[in-house]
C-alpha cells in the first residue's frame, strides 16, 4: 500500500478519566513520521475534538446542547491539532489541517478544491490531518443523524483520494463475531471479504445497518471500500505501533479484503 489513511478514534487519545493520552499522540506521530520518511502517503483522520475541549475546560460530562458541543470542538480541534503539530514537529514531520464536511464531496468544484488540496500537501511528503468541522456540520454530534466519529468520513476519504488501505484504530481488538462487550465467549473474526445482512447482524443488538453504534459504522465503511477493491483493517489503537505490523501483512486485527 503506497496510500494510506489512518483513523484514530478518540478513545485512543483521551483516557476514559479524561486526561489526554500524551503517549499514544506522540507514538502516532512516530509512526506516521517513519512511514512518510520510507515514502509513503499518509493522511491521518483524527477524533477527539470534543474530548480535548472538554479536558480544557476541566468538564466531566459531554453537554447536551449541540452549539454547546460545537464550542468545545472549536476549542479542542485547535488544541489537537497543537499538540499534533508539536510531536510530528519533533520527529521532523511537517503536517497540515483539513477540516471537512461530508458534502464538500458531493459537488464537483469544492470536491476537486479538496483533492487538489490533497495532492499538493502529499506530493511536499506532509501528512494531511482531517477531521469533521464541527462548527459547519454537525452530523457527528446530532445523534439522530450520527455519522459515527468520522467513521464514514475516513471511507469516503479513502475513497476519493484513491487510497489503497484504511487503518482504523479503535478500542477493541477488531470485530468480534458478537459484542465483546457483552458476550466473554465473542471470537474474533481476522478476515472478512463478504459484507452483508448477516455480517450487520454480528455489529451490535440492534443488528441493523440503520442503528447506530460503533461497529455499524466501520462496517459500512469497510463495504463501501471492499466494493471498490480496496482494503480496510480494523485494530487496537492502544498502541499505535501495531500499524507498523499491519503493514508488514502480520495477522493482527480484522481484515476486510
Ligand atoms: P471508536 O471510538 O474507536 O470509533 P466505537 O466505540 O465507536 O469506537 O466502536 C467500537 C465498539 O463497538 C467496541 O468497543 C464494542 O463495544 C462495539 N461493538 C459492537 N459490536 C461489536 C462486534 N461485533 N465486534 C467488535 N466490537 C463491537
Not at 112 to 129: A, S, W, Y
Not at 225 to 232: D, S, T, V, W
Request: some cysteine; aromatic content about 6%.
Amino acid at each position: 500500500a503506497n496510500r494510506i489513511v489512518v483513523k484514530i478514534g478518540t478513545s485512543s487519545l483521551i483516557y476514559p478519566s479524561g486526561e489526554i493520552n500524551l503517549r499514544n499522540i506522540d507514538q502516532l506521530a512516530f509512526v506516521l513520521s517513519s512511514l512518510c520518511n520510507q515514502g509513503k502517503q499518509v493522511i491521518l483522520v483524527s477524533s477527539g475534538a470534543i474530548g480535548v475541549g472538554l479536558n480544557q475546560l476541566s468538564l466531566t460530562e459531554r453537554p447536551a446542547s449541540i452549539a454547546a458541543q460545537q464550542a468545545l470542538a472549536s476549542i479542542g480541534q485547535s488544541k489537537l491539532i497543537m499538540m499534533f503539530s508539536q510531536r510530528f514537529e519533533h520527529y521532523g514531520q511537517k503536517i497540515g489541517q483539513l477540516l471537512l464536511t461530508h458534502d464538500v464531496f458531493d459537488y464537483p468544484q469544492s470536491r476537486q478544491n479538496v483533492l487538489n488540496t490533497f495532492d499538493e500537501l502529499l506530493q511536499q511528503r506532509i501528512i494531511p490531518v482531517v477531521n469533521e468541522n464541527d462548527s459547519v456540520a454537525v452530523d457527528e454530534l446530532d445523534h439522530k443523524t450520527r455519522f459515527g466519529d468520522n467513521d464514514q468520513l475516513s471511507a469516503i476519504v479513502t475513497s476519493r483520494t484513491n487510497s489503497d488501505l484504511l487503518i482504523m484504530l479503535s478500542d477493541i481488538d477488531g470485530f468480534y463475531d458478537m459484542n465483546p462487550l457483552k458476550n466473554p465467549e465473542a471470537a474474533l473474526i481476522s478476515q472478512v471479504s463478504q459484507i452483508n445482512q448477516e455480517t450487520f447482524n454480528l455489529a451490535g443488538d440492534k443488528g441493523s445497518r440503520f442503528g447506530t453504534g460503533g461497529m455499524v459504522t466501520k462496517l459500512l465503511a469497510a463495504e463501501r471500500l471492499i466494493n471498490e477493491n480496496r482494503q480496510m483493517v480494523l485494530a487496537n489503537g492502544r498502541d499505535p505501533r501495531v500499524i507498523f505490523n499491519i503493514l508488514d501483512g502480520e495477522p493482527v486485527g480484522t481484515w476486510f479484503t
